[in-house]
């Protein structure tokens, strides 16, 4: 499991940040304004795959990033890091723009 955990993380750290955020991206201007802070700490997720339970990751997820005492500013663009491929690429269908708060999702 660790090694499967550590080649997921691998993989994420490879996609680029501008198609993360920028490319096609649902999020509002006003999420795009707000960078991610430097010492942001990405909990220890198992990328999200459709296969995978939504609600748990959505769940420890949040648990996570409330322990940093994130924004949901800061909790939408941090998102899509946990996500895999097959999420990311459901996530560029989603129309350009349209999520303007953490409750969009």
Known sequence: MKQRLAELEAKQKNIPK???TDQHSPFSE??????LPEK?????????????DPVRHLDRYT????????S???????FPRTFGNRAMRWSKKLLQRSIHSWSDL
Do not use: F, G, H, T
Not at 40 to 52: A, G, H, K, T, V
Not at 63 to 70: A, F, G, I, K, R
Not at 72 to 78: D, G, L, Q, S
């Open 63 to 70: 648990s996570w990033m409330e322990l940093q005492e994130s």
């Open 18 to 20: 501008e198609y993360i």
């Open 30 to 35: 006003d999420i795009l304004a707000k960078p």
């Open 40 to 52: 942001l700490e990405m909990p220890q997720l198992i990328s999200y795959e459709d296969d995978n």
């Open 72 to 78: 949901y500013v800061i909790m939408c663009r941090a």
